[in-house]
């Protein structure tokens, strides 16, 4: 899956979804993807940043996970929340987290 396949299905899952807290941030991932050192199932999910951790819970079986991120600010908000994808050893890989109506992007190393 391309990057601007999972816009689209991010945009479509926060537009269908509304938000309980402005500090959370939701997705679906169409299939498994890794983030830092986490393995992601396919589903839904929402993301909040807890100190130095990212932290992800599957909307569908209320389990959480958090894996280390690098929070970055930028000078403009984002408009969305999008999540930055590659190709790695024939699974996802997510690179970076773009939170909709913050100036912060999560990155994730290995």
Not at 10 to 21: E, N, P, Q, R, V
Not at 24 to 41: E, H, M, R, V
């Amino acid at each position: 899956m391309n990057f601007k396949s999972l816009l689209l299905i991010g945009t479509l899952a926060l537009s269908g979804l509304s938000i309980a807290s402005a500090k959370s941030y939701s997705f679906i991932l169409d299939q498994t993807a890794k983030a830092g050192k986490l393995t992601l199932a396919p589903g839904e999910y929402k993301v909040k940043v807890d100190g130095s951790n990212a932290v992800f819970t599957n909307l569908n079986t209320q389990k959480s996970f958090s894996t280390p991120v690098k929070v970055n600010n930028a000078s403009r908000k984002n408009e969305y929340t999008a999540l930055e994808t590659t190709q790695q050893n024939g699974g996802e890989l997510i690179q970076a987290i773009e939170l909709g109506g913050s100036t912060e992007t999560l990155e994730f190393g290995e």
